[in-house]
């Protein structure tokens, strides 16, 4: 599973080279961010239910046309995946949270999904929304510190990103880059 740890080894290891000081300032600075991250992990998992079903119920409401026959909410059914799919994500910010970088996204979310979505012609504002709402919803120091929510928002943002079609690919590379040195709120 990649992390700041695991990518900076890869890369040094690859190169026959010892970590280089800025390599070893990036691992610092996620060790440094690792309480804030659990923190935010926490929370999440405390608050997984709520989390998911504002998020799925944000969607929607911005988008009510996903309820009319045909559409992807036209049946119970189709308006629990949406439900679990938001939930999935969440599950995978978690593991990111715990790990310290954007590899259970990376290797079991974004990709996939794209695939997916693309093959299946389903639109991706609709979970932008949902995510959109868990990120804005999210308020410290009632909902955590400012430092948990700094990573959680983070996240949530490579995740809107990823989703965002005229933003995919490389954009999304390069924001992992951003993440990967300072979290962004």
Same mark, same amino acid.
């Given at each position: ?36 991250? !659990? ?10 239910? =709520?989390?998911? @079903?504002?998020? /799925?119920? *944000? ?60 093959? !299946? ?10 995510? =959109?709402?868990? @990120?804005?919803? /999210?308020? *410290? ?45």
């Amino acid at each position: 599973m990649k992390s700041v740890v695991t990518t900076v080894v890869t890369s040094a290891d690859a190169s026959g080279r010892m970590p280089s000081q800025s390599d070893l300032e990036s691992v610092q600075g996620s060790i440094q961010r690792a309480q804030a991250r !659990l923190e935010a992990a926490d929370k999440i998992t405390s608050g997984f239910d =709520a989390i998911v @079903r504002e998020a /799925g119920d *944000a969607c929607f409401s911005k988008y009510p046309y996903l309820r009319q026959a045909g559409e992807a909410g036209d049946n119970q059914g189709k308006v629990d995946k949406c439900y679990r799919d938001v939930g999935h994500y969440m599950r995978l910010i978690n593991y990111c949270l715990v790990v310290g970088g954007t590899g259970p996204l990376d290797e079991w979310g974004i990709a996939g999904a794209r695939e997916v979505y693309r093959t !299946l012609n389903i639109p991706t504002a609709p979970y932008v929304a949902a995510f =959109a709402q868990a @990120r804005d919803r /999210g308020c *410290a120091p009632r909902d955590m510190s400012a430092e948990a929510l700094k990573e959680y928002k983070a996240l949530l943002s490579y995740v809107i990103e990823s989703h965002t079609p005229s933003r995919r690919g490389a954009s999304v590379s390069r924001f992992f880059h951003g993440l990967r040195m300072v979290c962004v709120p």
